[in-house]
């Protein structure tokens, strides 16, 4: 059992490049999320998803763009990288909105921008 | 506005002492409260919940939070510390009527052989 599976590990991007980053389920699970997490800052929400098709803006979307075309993945797109972007991001998903859902969580890209 | 607070950056233990992670939040409705341990290189897993019930609510590994509604604090807690807890702690916090989830900044417990 997969459970939440990331691609890549690591990347070194340069300023101005784009890239994608995938995020992909095996759970059925409806919801779907990107954070990006920051030394001293916990986690901050970047998109989310509540279901196929959708998707919505979380805490820190400036920069970043979003895709769930099929329920298992959710992908992350860099258009034009900036060395502020430079972080570890993690998707995670629940499988339904319910309050009393803990979520999931792959094991991290570690992405650098020169 | 909601939020979680983790005052503490990190937590010294000594093993087979118990220990304690400290968080506290603030919400506008029903809380439901998490906490989430990260190992170096992973992403978070999933130790326990608060929704409603019982103030003292049992998770993995022999952890078990405490919930206090009059303090607003959901302190996570194990009786006698292991090497292998060391980690970095998060406590989350649902927020009603949103599908988010608000996370503290961390604890990183370091448990002393």
């Known amino acids: 059992n997969a459970g939440v599976t990331q691609t890549p590990k690591f990347r070194v991007l340069k300023t101005g490049q784009s890239m994608t980053l995938l995020c992909a389920q095996d759970?059925?699970?409806?919801?779907m999320y990107w954070y990006r997490q920051d030394p001293g800052m916990g986690l901050r929400l970047i998109h989310y998803?509540?279901?196929?098709?959708?998707?919505a803006k979380g805490e820190v979307p400036d920069g970043y763009n979003v895709s769930r075309l099929k329920k298992q993945n959710f992908l992350l797109g860099l258009e034009s990288a900036a060395p502020s972007q430079t972080s570890v991001y993690f998707c995670?998903?629940?499988?339904?909105?319910?309050?009393?859902?803990?979520?999931?969580f792959g094991d991290g890209t570690r992405l650098s921008i020169l | 506005a909601q939020s979680v607070a983790q005052p503490e950056d990190q937590v010294n233990v000594a093993e087979g002492n118990p220990l304690t992670v400290k968080c506290t939040y603030s919400v506008s409705g029903n809380p439901y409260l998490f906490w989430y341990v990260q190992y170096p290189n992973r992403g978070l897993q999933f130790l326990l919940k608060?929704?409603?019930?019982?103030?003292l609510v049992k998770g993995s590994y022999g952890f078990e939070a405490e919930f206090n509604k009059s303090q607003t604090s959901f302190h996570l807690k194990k009786p006698s510390a292991l090497v292998s807890d060391s980690a970095l702690y998060f406590c989350?916090?649902?927020?009603?009527?949103?599908?988010?989830?608000?996370f503290g900044t961390g604890t990183r417990l370091k448990v002393l052989a």
């Open positions: 759970m059925n699970h409806e919801y």
């Open positions: 995670a998903s629940s499988i339904t909105g319910g309050y009393n859902q803990p979520q999931h």
């Open positions: 998803s509540v279901g196929e098709g959708t998707t």
């Open positions: 989350a916090v649902r927020e009603e009527g949103t599908y988010k989830y608000i």
């Open positions: 608060y929704i409603t019930g019982d103030n």
